[in-house]
């Protein structure tokens, strides 16, 4: 690949959680001006609809440890559009910089000489919120929120009992092939059985599905065919929400889906 006179820029984007309303204004420009798109599996096909009409796009998804492109790939491949001259959109779901590995995706660029800027996106986890009408800071129930995940780089775990000692709402990323030991590790680190608990697959999507129980059946979610991507909350704030808010669906059934496919996995 030729070295063009002047590295292109490089757009760290977030895209948000599913919907494609959600996206901010700035995001649409920017995504409708480059050259080329590194998109995430997380991110829809709808939102592929702001890409220009002659942007190159190209999957680099890795969920779920499928074989699939790997981090160091997708960090040369940014580099060498860049220094291509071409400018580049680096697609995520939700926010770039929670749990999205925009941090090291613009250190590496950045010490390239590459210009970088990060877009925000709506996290999954402020969406999963919003979908049960949870206020995850409600300040009848608390002082704090903490964004966790459950799935570390080093492949250890958070420290929950740091965690369950500050009281903090709890909102955990990638936890659903770990639900009985989050649940045995809260448990151990002294949060009570009946803890309220709500679990958010494909959070502002028409297949979104959630479940509510307490920490104790926290598995049941499995169980009610919720899995990954999903979004687990856990705190006073989910049984406040089904307190207050008036969503008959939160009386009728632990789980309550959008679309016809996902009521299957239920029925
Ligand atoms: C690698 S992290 C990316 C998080 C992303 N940067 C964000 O801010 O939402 C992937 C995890 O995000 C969560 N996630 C992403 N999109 C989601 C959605 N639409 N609904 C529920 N959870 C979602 C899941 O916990 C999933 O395992």
Redesign the pocket.
């Known amino acids: 690949m030729d070295k063009a006179s002047q590295p292109g820029k490089v757009w760290l984007v ?1 895209v948000g ?2 919907d494609p309303e959600l996206v901010t204004v700035k995001a649409v420009r920017v995504l409708g001006a480059v050259d080329v798109w590194l998109v995430d599996d ?1 991110v829809t096909a709808e939102i592929h609809a702001y890409a220009g009409a002659s942007t190159c796009i190209e999957p680099v998804g890795k969920r779920g440890g499928r074989c699939s492109t790997s981090q160091q790939e997708i960090l040369e491949r940014m580099l060498a559009h860049a220094l291509a001259g071409r400018t580049v959109a680096r697609v ?5 910089l ?3 590995r925009g941090g090291e995706e613009a250190e590496f660029l950045r010490h390239h000489g590459i210009e970088v800027e990060v877009l925000n ?1 709506i ?3 402020a ?2 919120a919003q979908a049960l009408g949870i206020a995850l800071t409600h300040r009848d129930c608390g002082h704090g929120v903490s964004f966790v995940t459950a799935h570390t780089a080093r492949d250890d775990s958070p420290d929950w009992r740091s965690l369950v000692a500050g009281g903090t709402t709890l909102v955990i ?4 092939s770990r639900l009985a030991a989050i649940r045995d590790a809260l448990q151990e680190a002294g949060m009570r059985r009946e803890m309220p608990v709500a679990v ?6 028409p297949d979104q599905c959630n479940w509510t129980g307490t920490l104790a059946n926290l598995t049941d979610a499995l169980a009610a065919g919720l899995t ?4 687990i909350i856990v705190g006073g704030v989910v049984a406040h929400a089904q307190a207050t808010e008036a969503r008959s669906e939160w009386h009728a059934a632990p789980v309550t889906c959008r679309a016809e496919t996902s009521r299957l996995l239920v029925s």
């Open positions: 977030g959680p599913g997380l995520k779901g939700g926010d770039p929670l749990f999205g996106g996290t999954s986890g969406a999963a990323y990638m936890g659903m958010v697959m494909n959070a502002s999507r990954s991507p999903a979004i």
